[in-house]
């Protein structure tokens, strides 16, 4: 392999799509079962309000079916060692408990089973089966079991056309041997419990803006907006902005970038969806800082959605479980009121999804995200030669800038490869080595 992609998010499935299209042999792995990465979770994408699946599910399918690319999903990597140019990537590949060579996707086993679970790409609102494809337009199409909460009942089994299920598929491992490595592992979002005054954990009706994002999908759990606490809709939505950034007693002390930008598209897409709704968004700053995004904002503005400029204290509960926000309301000498609506959407922050130190010997940054010690000239490079990084993994960025740094990634590591080439011999391949 000339190159291994870690993470099959937008930005992954970037930098190996740019890779591949140059000639070069790459490898993706992803921990999921699926590739897509958050993308493929969002409704509709800021500032364009393009279908988010529209634009992920053929990039999806692009990297499935490139002939260069070969794609490793539900697998982890456990170590790397180097000799000379080459890295050796030790792989994990997790057991599905299904056939890859024979499963259809035809879900039949998933119709069958009778364990039904929280949905994890519904942040566990809705529900699936211990055994699923795990999503609509995942890529590959394949069922995995849940063996956790699996009770080995054989229904699945039964149903199989192509009797594929094999509860007993152990873990195996193999080496890839590589040059170069992209590290795209990209973010988690803050938790919503994360402060307690806003009080989540004990109002349904406080939720967070990635389950709203679910909400707006047309693939979402109920097909709708409603307040998950009681199926109303929701006549009055807050949008509490930085709920898990610029926060130094979380300690994430940077913005999230994204925030206020995804917080003002799904204000317009409520606008949309319910437009007899009140919708306030509450703020400190506003931080539209991409091509499009001002004017965005300005549009939200002249569609009547409101923007409040004051900082949340708590939010309580009445009797009907309406968030009630306490507010401090910064341009009217800091005067503090309360406000109730019917549902609280906090808009929570990124965070690092993946710490690199223990496999990649890649340090981290003061804020967590992979440590880039040429910023300014080189964002991609980290301090191991050879192995660069792409998209959130290294910071909070939205899509736009993922897709451009991913881009960049695959062009540092198209020159290392080729350096490499020039100055060390072939690695010669041997049985169960991707090389
Ligand atoms: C609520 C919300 C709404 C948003 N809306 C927008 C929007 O409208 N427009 C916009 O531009 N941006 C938006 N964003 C930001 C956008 O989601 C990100 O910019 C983008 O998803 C980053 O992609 P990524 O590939 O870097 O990371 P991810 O999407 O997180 O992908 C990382 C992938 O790596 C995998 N992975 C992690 N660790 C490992 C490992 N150890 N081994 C193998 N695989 C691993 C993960 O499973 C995942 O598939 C929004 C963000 C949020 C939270
Ligand atoms: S495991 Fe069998 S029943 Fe389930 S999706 Fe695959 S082919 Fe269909
Ligand atoms: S064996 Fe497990 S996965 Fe299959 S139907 Fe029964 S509970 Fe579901």
Same mark, same amino acid.
């Given at each position: 392999m000339d190159a291994l992609v870690i993470g099959g998010g937008i930005?992954?499935?970037?930098?190996?799509? $740019?890779l591949a299209d140059q000639g070069y042999q790459v490898a993706l792995v992803e921990k999921e079962?699926?590739?897509?990465?958050?993308?493929?979770?969002?409704?509709? &994408?800021?500032?364009?309000l393009d279908c988010c699946s529209c634009i992920t599910t053929p990039k999806m399918s692009a990297v499935a079916h490139h002939a260069n690319i070969q794609l490793f999903t539900y697998h982890e990597i456990q170590s790397i060692s180097r000799n000379g140019s080459a890295i050796s990537a030790q792989v994990l590949k997790k057991p599905r408990?299904?056939?890859?060579?024979?499963?259809?996707? *035809?879900?039949? @086993?998933? !119709?069958? @089973?009778?364990?039904?679970?929280?949905?994890?790409?519904?942040? %566990?609102?809705?529900?699936?089966?211990?055994?699923? =494809?795990?999503? /609509?337009?995942? =890529?590959?199409? #394949?069922?995995?079991?849940?063996?956790?909460n699996c009770i080995l009942c054989g229904k699945c089994e039964k149903v199989c056309p192509v009797d594929c299920i094999d509860f007993?598929?152990?873990?195996?491992?193999?080496?890839?041997?590589?040059?170069?490595?992209?590290?795209?592992?990209?973010?988690?979002?803050?938790?919503?419990?994360?402060?307690?005054? #806003?009080?989540?954990?004990?109002?349904?009706? =406080?939720? /967070?803006?990635?389950?709203?994002?679910?909400?707006?999908a047309p693939t979402g759990p109920y097909g709708r907006v409603i307040r998950p606490g009681d199926g109303k809709e929701p006549d009055s939505i807050a949008y509490v902005q930085c709920a898990g950034s610029r926060d130094t007693t979380l300690g994430v002390e940077y913005c999230s970038r994204v925030c206020c930008m995804y917080a003002?598209?799904?204000?317009?897409?409520?606008?949309?969806s319910?437009?007899?709704?009140?919708?306030?968004?509450y703020y400190m700053d506003i931080r539209t800082f991409g091509k499009g995004y001002e004017q965005f904002f300005q549009n939200a503005k002249a569609m009547g959605i409101q923007f409040v400029k004051g900082k949340i204290a708590s939010i309580k509960q009445d009797e009907n479980q309406?968030? &009630?926000?306490? &507010?401090?309301?910064?341009?009217?000498?800091?005067?503090?009121?309360?406000?109730?609506?019917?549902?609280? &959407?906090?808009?929570?922050?990124?965070?690092?999804? !993946?710490?690199?130190?223990g496999i990649y010997k890649v340090s981290?940054? %003061? $804020?967590?995200?992979?440590?880039?010690?040429?910023?300014?000239? !080189?964002? *991609?490079?980290?301090?191991q030669p050879g192995i660069f990084v792409a998209g959130t993994s290294a910071g909070p960025m939205d899509i736009v800038d993922s897709i451009i740094m991913s881009g960049s990634a695959a062009s540092e590591a198209a020159a290392y490869i080729e350096a490499m080439k020039n100055t060390y011999a072939p690695q010669k391949e041997s049985e169960n080595v991707y090389a």
């Open positions: 930005a992954g499935m970037q930098s190996a799509l $740019d079962a699926s590739i897509g990465g958050k993308m493929i979770a969002l409704s509709k &994408v800021f500032p364009t408990y299904v056939d890859e060579e024979s499963c259809t996707g *035809c879900r039949q @086993c998933e !119709y069958a @089973c009778p364990i039904n679970l929280p949905n994890p790409f519904d942040l %566990d609102y809705g529900a699936t089966r211990a055994i699923r =494809v795990p999503f /609509s337009t995942a =890529v590959p199409q #394949y069922a995995v079991l849940d063996i956790n007993t598929q152990q873990p195996e491992t193999f080496e890839i041997v590589t040059d170069a490595i992209i590290l795209a592992t990209g973010f988690e979002t803050t938790s919503r419990f994360a402060k307690k005054e #806003y009080g989540a954990e004990n109002n349904h009706n =406080v939720i /967070s803006a990635m389950f709203m994002e679910r909400l707006l003002i598209k799904q204000a317009m897409l409520l606008a949309g319910l437009p007899l709704a009140d919708i306030t968004i309406n968030p &009630v926000l306490r &507010v401090e309301l910064i341009d009217e000498g800091s005067q503090i009121v309360e406000h109730t609506h019917d549902l609280a &959407v906090l808009s929570v922050g990124l965070l690092p999804g !993946y710490n690199p130190e981290r940054a %003061d $804020d967590g995200f992979v440590n880039t010690p040429q910023f300014n000239p !080189y964002p *991609c490079l980290t301090e």
